[in-house]
């Protein structure tokens, strides 16, 4: 990520992360489920994927497949 201006630039790398991250949180809505549900469905706590959720923590794709 870079400042130029006024301006964020980020990388695609950066945009990758934010997409996957969007991209879990309007499945997990669309569907009516809760974090709760998502985060048992994946053997992890709710705040761990709330982390996720939110970009504060990366997943793999191993995770994102159960």
């Not at 006024?6 to 309007?26: F, G, M, P, S, Y």
């Not at 809760?34 to 939110?54: D, G, P």
Request: net charge positive; charged share 25%.
């Amino acid at each position: 990520m870079s400042l130029q201006g006024n301006k964020i630039i980020l990388t695609r790398a950066e945009l990758k992360e934010i997409r996957v991250n969007e991209n879990i949180r309007k499945y997990r809505v669309e569907r009516c489920l809760t974090q709760e549900f998502m985060a048992s469905s994946m053997n992890i706590t709710q705040s761990t994927y709330y982390k996720i959720e939110s970009g504060f923590t990366k997943i793999s794709m191993i995770n994102c497949k159960k």
